[in-house]
Nanobody, 116 residues
Framework: QVQLVESGGALVQPGGSLTLSCEFS????????MAWYRQAPGKQRELVAH???????TYADSMKGRCLIDRDNAKDTVYLQMNSLKPLDTAVYYC??????????WGQGTQVTVSS
């Protein structure tokens, strides 16, 4: 049973923008905090941003001011809008509950590559 499906990743130039989407299929996700995470090559997965059920958002310092997390529980979707992208933002981006660990289910993620 597929629970989390991320999409929207692409190859973009530095300074560009992207909006990622995450569709979730488990009802429980509507009622709990959700988050976006990312994993760059050779690095551990890290938190990018998380959002409460009510829409209060918190951002990692590395992305503060450059991204916006949002959710639409009616559409079972969480979004991540990213601006002013840098090569260091290159990673596979995942959504999941917050907090989430290695023992939790993870989707396949969506690849974001920032390069000229």
């Amino acid at each position: 049973q597929v629970q989390l499906v991320e999409s929207g990743g692409a190859l973009v130039q530095p300074g560009g923008s992207l909006t990622l989407s995450c569709e979730f299929s488990k009802v429980i996700y509507k009622f709990i905090p959700m988050a976006w995470y990312r994993q760059a090559p050779g690095k551990q997965r890290e938190l990018v941003a998380h959002i409460t059920r009510g829409g209060d958002a918190t951002y990692a310092d590395s992305m503060k001011g450059r991204c916006l997390i949002d959710r639409d529980n009616a559409k079972d979707t969480v979004y991540l809008q990213m601006n002013s992208l840098k090569p260091l933002d290159t990673a596979v981006y995942y959504c999941n509950k917050f907090p989430a660990g290695s023992s939790d289910f993870w989707g396949q993620g969506t690849q974001v590559t920032v390069s000229s």
